[in-house]
């Protein structure tokens, strides 16, 4: 079953600051660091110590603890997690893989379906189509999304069409010869 959380205008947080982190960029880490988001992008960062702030400008205020601070991880290749798997033939598979996923940082999947029959492909194609189906329909008539749950843009389908020398871990079984 499929929770929906809907963001109602009274719930949302329109500033946010977190602060005393230590926020990763790609070349360095800023250490006593503050981050502030305004309708959840982000607007400003910098040093604690170069910019007075007062926690009372925003709707929520975050000590981060000095905890690190980073951008939400992108796996463009996941067949599962958390006791998921994009083969197991159900909805609350696929959500379970999600949901795993998202505790562990990743805020964009693109779930991988490979090494199957033609049918268990389609199947669980038709599975993920619904999953994307319905989070669409929030998105566009509600303005909420199904909760716990990364942004989910696409699927990613591995195989069926390796030659027998580079087929990696994929059962030979299930191979097909190109046209």
């Known amino acids: 079953m499929i929770k929906y959380s809907p963001m109602k205008e009274s719930e949302q947080k329109m500033?946010?600051?977190?602060?005393?982190?230590?926020?990763?960029?790609?070349?360095?880490?800023?250490?006593?660091?503050?981050?502030?988001?305004?309708?959840?992008?982000?607007?400003?960062?910098?040093?604690?110590?170069?910019?007075?702030?007062?926690?009372?400008?925003?709707?929520?205020?975050?000590?981060?603890?000095?905890?690190?601070?980073?951008?939400?991880?992108?796996?463009?290749?996941?067949?599962?997690?958390?006791?998921?798997?994009?083969l197991d033939g159900t909805e609350e598979s696929f959500m379970k893989m999600f949901r795993a996923h998202l505790k562990g940082g990743t805020t964009t999947i693109l779930a991988t379906i490979c090494g199957a029959d033609s049918d268990m492909i389609i199947d669980n194609i038709n599975i993920f189509n619904k999953i994307k189906e319905d989070e669409e329909n929030l998105l566009k008539n509600m303005h909420s999304r199904i909760e716990g749950i990364p942004h989910i843009p696409g699927l990613h389908l591995e195989g069926p069409y390796f030659s027998y020398e580079q087929r990696g871990a994929f059962d030979p079984s299930t191979l097909r010869v190109g046209p």
């Not at 400003?44 to 939400?72: R, V």
């Open 15 to 86: 500033s946010t600051l977190i602060k005393n982190s230590k926020i990763i960029f790609s070349h360095e880490i800023l250490d006593n660091a503050y981050l502030i988001c305004e309708n959840e992008m982000i607007k400003e960062w910098g040093d604690m110590s170069a910019s007075p702030l007062s926690e009372k400008e925003y709707d929520e205020a975050i000590d981060a603890e000095e905890k690190y601070l980073s951008p939400g991880f992108v796996d463009i290749q996941v067949h599962g997690g958390g006791g998921g798997s994009t």
